[in-house]
């Protein structure tokens, strides 16, 4: 685990709310329509009550098995969202312990949490990822199977399509990745006119370094981790 500075957390907090609420007047918007993920990955669990201290009960984590440590040890308010890429093998435990799995990125993977899920009698939240970049270490849906892949899955019975989800590749200037949140939410609002009865209202994109941008694009989940919680 990193070290932290808990005394920093609430300022960063405060700050980090304060350019949301600044970059939501420049869209037109309120930071009632945001959610605040904080992102604890490598923190300790201490950080995590700090957060919550500061009023933000949604923790987001990348690894399965991280959270499974912390998940005991947290304050039992908190809404745990996965974040990182899901493997197959650790489905059962992400059904069981995630408030929102942001990460659907295959059929079968749907597939297999739909099937979990009723298993467990309950229905799981979810987002679609979507890959709107060329990286070869990021995942998603390419965006040409997204209405396929999404037809299938707002089907089954145990599955609760929120919304779509997309890292972007990292560029210096935030103002590049503009283009991509653009993207999401078109992609988004396109799945809308095709199935004119859903709601999706969920737009997860944005991260310390671009979640201005991302709210001025549409964001409705910001995934924040080392403006809160400083570097790992």
């Not at 669990?45 to 399965?64: K, L, M, T, W």
Request: charged fraction near 20%; charge should be neutral; proline fraction near 7%.
């Amino acid at each position: 685990m990193s070290s932290v500075n808990l005394s920093c957390i609430a300022d960063n907090v405060a700050l980090v709310r304060e350019r949301i609420a600044a970059a939501s007047a420049r869209a037109g918007r309120t930071p009632d329509q945001i959610t605040l993920v904080a992102v604890s990955k490598t923190h300790p669990v201490a950080a995590i009550q700090a957060a919550v201290d500061c009023g933000v009960f949604d923790i987001g984590e990348n690894r399965v098995q991280e959270a499974l440590g912390k998940i005991p040890h947290s304050p039992p308010q908190v809404r745990w969202h996965l974040i990182g890429h899901l493997q197959g093998n650790k489905a059962k435990p992400s059904v069981e312990h995630f408030h929102l799995i942001h990460t659907v990125d295959s059929p079968a993977l749907a597939r297999r949490l739909n099937h979990l899920a009723g298993a467990a009698g309950k229905v799981v939240t979810v987002l679609l990822q979507v890959k709107l970049g060329d990286e070869a270490t990021k995942f998603g849906l390419h965006p040409e199977e997204l209405p396929a892949v999404y037809a299938l899955v707002r089907d089954f019975p145990h599955l609760r399509v929120r919304g779509l989800m997309t890292i972007p590749p990292f560029c210096p200037d935030p103002e590049d990745v503009r283009p991509f949140f653009r993207q999401l939410r078109t992609l988004r609002d396109e799945l809308l006119a095709r199935f004119p009865d859903d709601t999706l209202p969920e737009l997860s994109m944005g991260m310390s370094h671009d979640f201005e941008v991302a709210v001025e694009e549409g964001a409705t989940i910001l995934r924040i981790g080392t403006a809160i919680f400083g570097a790992r």
